[in-house]
């Protein structure tokens, strides 16, 4: 095993299927992240326990749309609850749902099981560093 596998603990449905009928179905892929969730495993390794077993049951499917729409939902109801605990003077419950946003939106971006291995490269760069032209740029006001 080279340092990289053993460093990402690689297995079968880590890496993006190659073609759509490679892609695992909706229940085997459920099983997947059930699995990751009770092992505490990447992507649930900082995420809370309940509300990510509530989405993973209601899954609606893999491809990347509803994949994100999916997850993305989830951020959507902490960050609300987050902003309703700010105006209530609740920091720690503000925090607490802020970071369960953030979890449910990276959730939303990371590879779903049929996610395509890699995507076209867009001819746009992308900032590589803070010294980037782009990071420099400054923002309009307006």
Known sequence: MS????????????VA????????SLPE????????????????NAIGEAAA??????LP????????????GGATKFAAAAERAEADGGRRAALENWWQAYQ?????RYPSPSTPPSWPRT??????????????TPRSSG
């Open 3 to 14: 340092p990289t596998d053993a460093q990402h603990d690689v297995t079968q449905h880590d």
């Open 17 to 24: 299927a190659d073609s759509p009928q490679d892609a695992p």
């Open 29 to 44: 892929a459920k099983a997947w992240l059930r699995t990751h969730l009770a092992e505490r495993r990447n992507p649930f």
């Open 53 to 58: 077993a509530q989405y993973i049951e209601t």
């Open 61 to 72: 499917g893999l491809d990347p749309v509803r994949w994100a729409k999916h997850w993305l």
């Open 104 to 108: 449910f939106a990276f959730l939303g």
């Open 123 to 136: 001819s746009r760069p992308e900032p590589t560093s803070p010294g980037s032209a782009s990071w420099r």
